[in-house]
């Protein structure tokens, strides 16, 4: 089958399916939206997902997205925040032999590296450090 293109409607991020993932519930890679598939022979003007503001008759809320492994067509994605804290790393650091370590160790397990970013929180005495979050998908 061929290709669906549609655009995510919270951040407009272009995504590209399967044809065979029409109805299915799928993440937007971008911004974590639900968004249902549409059907393409569908009527025009007719939304895949009805809009409460213009639709107040709407069914209740799609169901929740299928795991992952229910999807037999691959379009979905199973993503994973690992979180790595000052204390995980040599003398309280996050260091990169510990971040390489732990980014071969999510590639052995089908895991691989989406985003990563840091951030700046409080322990539980209030101290500041960093952590270091790694957004991974499969």
């Known amino acids: 089958m061929s290709d669906l293109t549609f655009d995510c409607p919270e951040c407009s991020h272009t995504l590209i399916v399967d044809a065979q993932a029409v109805d299915l519930v799928v993440a937007c890679p971008e911004c974590g939206t639900q968004i249902r598939v549409p059907n393409p022979e569908a009527a025009a003007g007719e939304s895949a997902l009805p809009d ?3 639709a107040p008759d709407a069914p209740p809320a799609a169901e929740p997205a299928p795991a992952p492994e ?3 067509t691959g379009v979905l994605q199973e993503y994973r925040v690992v979180s790595l804290i000052e204390d995980d790393g040599i003398a309280g650091k996050i260091t990169a032999d510990v971040v390489e370590l732990k980014l071969n160790e999510l590639l052995q397990e089908g895991w691989r590296l989406r985003s990563a970013t840091t951030i700046r929180t409080r ?3 209030g101290e500041p450090r960093q952590e270091l979050l790694l ?3 499969r």
């Open 123 to 125: 322990d539980a005495q």
């Open 135 to 137: 957004i991974v998908e």
């Open 52 to 54: 409460a503001e213009t």
């Open 70 to 72: 229910m999807a037999a």
